[in-house]
T-cell receptor
Framework: AQSVTQLDSQVPVFEEAPVELRCNYSSSVSVYLFWYVQYPNQGLQLLLK??????LVKGINGFEAEFNKSQTSFHLRKPSVHISDTAEYFCAVSVPGDTGRRALTFGSGTRLQVQP | EAQVTQNPRYLITVTGKKLTVTCSQN?????MSWYRQDPGLGLRQIYYSMNVEVTDKGDVPEGYKVSRKEKRNFPLILESPSPNQTSLYFCASRKLANAESSEQYFGPGTRLTVT
């Protein structure tokens, strides 16, 4: 079975500062990795995903993430955040070939609070 | 516009009063799923459906029922709600082909309070 750990439940940061949201996963097989964002009072939407190839993945709104297989991590970064980036961010994994129920296993989420 | 809709968005009810939360998608997706989101726990899957008349339990199915009579609709039924079902509920859908690598589309959420 897979699991996802997001160590930071909340990350406060000032506007225009860089930010890194951490995600570590555990799996005995290769996985696909995702970051979803949930803006206040909205559903989740996909920020970016890693399936294969280059370990640096670029997503929407200036976010990027780097897959590190040896450290089983998929940290999300942005060089300069805006107030509008305030949201909850979820890391998730799925298993190639698993078309069954567990399409995604989610972490517990990290609330990014951008302060002026 | 491609979307997943849920109704109602907010619901306050009392213990034991049956309720249904509707979910509909307009993307012709085979796969649909219900999650509940609780603080510190992330999203946990309640039930999922891989196509019409095909449903199965997720991680936390107790106290819930679902049905999939049409491809676009996937209602969540609470026959006898209890306070521990107070939560934020999300419906999601995705295509079945290459499912594990494809994006899941989420509805806006239904905040349920059971008193």
């Amino acid at each position: 079975a897979q699991s996802v750990t997001q160590l930071d439940s909340q990350v406060p940061v000032f506007e225009e500062a860089p930010v890194e949201l951490r995600c570590n996963y555990s799996s005995s097989v290769s996985v696909y990795l995702f970051w979803y964002v949930q803006y206040p009072n909205q559903g989740l939407q996909l920020l970016l995903k890693y399936l294969s190839g280059s370990t640096l993945v670029k997503g929407i709104n200036g976010f990027e993430a780097e897959f590190n297989k040896s450290q089983t991590s998929f940290h999300l970064r942005k060089p300069s955040v805006h107030i509008s980036d305030t949201a909850e961010y979820f890391c998730a994994v799925s298993v190639p070939g698993d078309t069954g129920r567990r399409a995604l296993t989610f972490g517990s989420g990290t609330r990014l609070q951008v302060q002026p | 516009e491609a979307q997943v809709t849920q109704n109602p968005r907010y619901l306050i009810t009392v213990t034991g009063k049956k309720l249904t939360v509707t979910c509909s998608q307009n993307m012709n997706h085979e796969y649909m799923s219900w999650y509940r989101q609780d603080p510190g726990l992330g999203l946990r899957q309640i039930y999922y459906s891989m196509n019409v008349e095909v449903t199965d339990k997720g991680d936390v199915p107790e106290g819930y029922k679902v049905s999939r009579k049409e491809k676009r609709n996937f209602p969540l039924i609470l026959e006898s709600p209890s306070p521990n079902q107070t939560s934020l509920y999300f419906c999601a859908s995705r295509k079945l082909a290459n499912a594990e690598s494809s994006e899941q589309y989420f509805g806006p959420g239904t905040r349920l309070t059971v008193t």
